[in-house]
């Protein structure tokens, strides 16, 4: 069966520091992969999406970056954080064409 | 961009009653999907309706989709509390996948 793992699930960051989120897939091959934002009790902002290794479409200019080295390793960066960075990341996985996607536990961004 | 509005945003009801969520969304859909989101976690899916459907059951869950209205419901019968949540709709857009801005269901022991 397939797994969706990210990390870290907690992180508190200064101003102006970089991120490196990461999140993995089992069991499938060729996912699409996406990174969500949820603010505090607010909806989920699509910010990048990837249908094969190194191609990613951004949905929203940010100081946020997505890459994906391997088939089934999505990450999102940061050079500098912003407080505006703060909130609540999940990744996902789908298979493509409309199918359901599934997501991780999310990782809890603050930024001080 | 977010695809649709649920609707209400917050919902509160006793323990045994109904629940029901509304969803509108503006594009065209090739099928709409509802998921809950438990404080903290990552969102899990509840079912799919695809856009040739009107009505669709899962156990206690009941999914109404009306395409020339743009509009979906969700409908949870026999409420628990373990049913407190947030609900969301949402539909592929190509690649994308987007969602609702989400209900937030209270259900009262």
């Known amino acids: 069966s397939q797994t969706i793992h990210q990390w870290p699930a907690t992180l508190v960051q200064p101003v102006g520091s970089p991120l490196s989120l990461e999140c993995t897939v089992e069991g499938t091959s060729n996912p699409n ?12 902002q699509l910010l990048f999406y990837s249908v094969g290794i190194g191609q990613i479409s951004s949905e929203v200019p940010q ?3 997505a890459s994906r080295p391997q088939d089934r390793q ?23 064409g409309g199918n359901t996607i599934y997501f991780g536990e999310g990782s809890w961004l603050t930024v001080v | ?10 919902l ?21 999907q509802w998921y809950r ?3 903290g976690r990552g969102l899990v899916h509840l079912i799919l309706i695809r856009s040739n459907e009107r009505e669709k059951h899962s156990g206690r869950l ?6 020339s209205k743009k509009s979906s419901s969700l409908l949870i019968t026999a409420s628990r509390a373990a049913d407190t949540a947030s609900y ?21 022991p």
């Open chain 2, 1 to 10: 961009s977010q695809q649709g509005e649920e609707d209400p945003q917050a």
């Open chain 2, 37 to 39: 989101q438990n404080s």
């Open chain 1, 33 to 44: 992969l996406y990174w969500y934002r949820q603010a505090a009790g607010r909806g989920l």
């Open chain 2, 88 to 108: 969301f709709c949402g539909s592929p857009t190509g690649n994308q996948f987007y969602f609702g801005t989400g209900t937030s269901l209270t259900v009262i």
């Open chain 1, 74 to 96: 999505f990450i999102l960066s940061s050079k500098k954080l912003l407080l505006s960075d703060s909130g609540f990341y999940l990744c996902a996985w789908g298979e493509g």
């Open chain 1, 63 to 65: 100081n946020l970056s």
């Open chain 2, 62 to 67: 009941r999914v109404t989709l009306d395409t």
């Open chain 2, 12 to 32: 509160s009801i006793q323990e045994g009653e109904n629940a029901t969520m509304n969803c509108s969304y503006k594009t065209s859909i090739n099928n709409l």
